[in-house]
């Protein structure tokens, strides 16, 4: 879990930094006293607890470069709490939205409450990442569920992801999205990356899919293909058709 505490006053950065490790006392927060020098760690960071008055860029200015940052490079969004003395920001801070907001001076039992909530939030953002992927077209860039996917099909300079409704065109590498993809996905063949939860039978050529399509099984990979199906059946659970 990777946090940051960017605040200009050290002793809201230490109580902070105490607070965290009484919930969590493995981690390690990174420390910052304004929000230019968050920004230019150019560290991406599950958890920030952001001051929103301080000198140079202030915590909301901050927290909207934070969220184009995660935007531009595709990565989750951070978790932004932010800290303030003065009850009225709080609006300000919904409009970048923020996660929850704490109050100067910060009591322990409202801390444990947000923190607690906050590590929920990743939890189950962690969980629909590993159930998701990300893919990116020239017209638009979504997060698609791996149960949805068929299996892909190499295109020169893209891929062809076949899902239970389309197939949508991606300028990625397959060896990248059988990275992306992970268990329960097999590199039958150079040009197919098969779902296994979707195989109906098999040869020695082929694969056939519930849904009556096929892909190309390539002959040198039928015995790992076998092994790696019977695998997937003892520890994994085969999709609805």
Known sequence: MNIAICDDERAIREQINELIKKENPGVCPDFYETGDSLLAAGKQFDIVFLDIQMDGT???????????????????????????????????????????YLLKPIEEDKFREVFQRAKRELEKRKKQRRETIFIKTRNRSFTLEKDSILYIESKAKKVGI???GETIEAYVSMKEMEAQLGDGFYRCHRGYLVNMAYVAEYNSESITLNNGEYVYLAKEKYGEFVKAYMRYLRNGVGADG
């Not at 003065?86 to 996660?99: L, T």
Request: aromatic share 10%; glycine share 6%.
């Open 58 to 100: 202030d915590g909301i200015e901050t927290a909207k470069k934070v969220r184009e940052r995660s935007n531009l490079i595709g990565a989750e969004d951070t978790i932004l709490i932010f800290i303030t003395g003065i009850r009225e920001y709080v609006f300000e801070a919904f409009d970048v939205a923020a996660f929850h």
């Open 162 to 164: 076949h899902t239970k």
